[in-house]
């Protein structure tokens, strides 16, 4: 539960103070609090269920051409991964467009890009803490 709160609240930074700098086209129309952590979590939900309805079809396509598609997908992930957050970014804004608007696709692929990198310098940062912790115990 700390680490969904914890990533929601990482998501909120982003869409609040990254994207407007990093990402022209990709819009949060809200404040950081409460407004940003809220919809920060409702994206979380809406990447799973993105992630879920994607994993189900995968398996729907391999089942259906008895494992033959699983190379199609593993080459499909391999070059499309930023895909997948930039698909993300849109189901949001086609459902929520109160709060969250994607300009174009290309928005939302630089969007994803962005939160590729974010969460990459976030995960160093987090492993790094947990290293120099373990070394001082």
């Known amino acids: 539960m700390i680490s969904f709160l914890l990533r929601s609240v ?17 819009v949060f129309h809200g404040a950081f609090w409460p407004e940003g952590i ?17 994993l189900a079809g995968g398996a729907a396509l391999a089942l259906a051409t008895g494992g033959l598609a699983l190379i199609l997908e593993v080459v499909v992930f391999l070059l499309g ?3 997948i957050p930039a698909l993300q970014l849109q189901t949001m804004a086609h459902f ?13 692929i630089w969007a994803s890009l962005v939160m ?16 120099r912790r373990a070394v001082q115990d």
Do not use: H, M
Request: proline share 5%.
């Open 96 to 108: 929520f467009p109160a709060q969250f608007t994607v300009d174009s696709w290309g928005s939302a």
């Open 116 to 131: 590729a990198v974010a969460y990459w310098v976030i995960d160093r940062l987090g492993k790094e803490f947990t290293r």
């Open 81 to 83: 991964f930023w895909l």
């Open 38 to 54: 809220l919809w920060a979590a409702v994206f979380s939900v809406v990447c799973n269920l993105v992630v879920l309805g994607l």
């Open 10 to 26: 990482i998501i909120a930074a982003i869409f609040c103070f990254v994207f407007p700098q990093f990402a022209p086209g990709v």
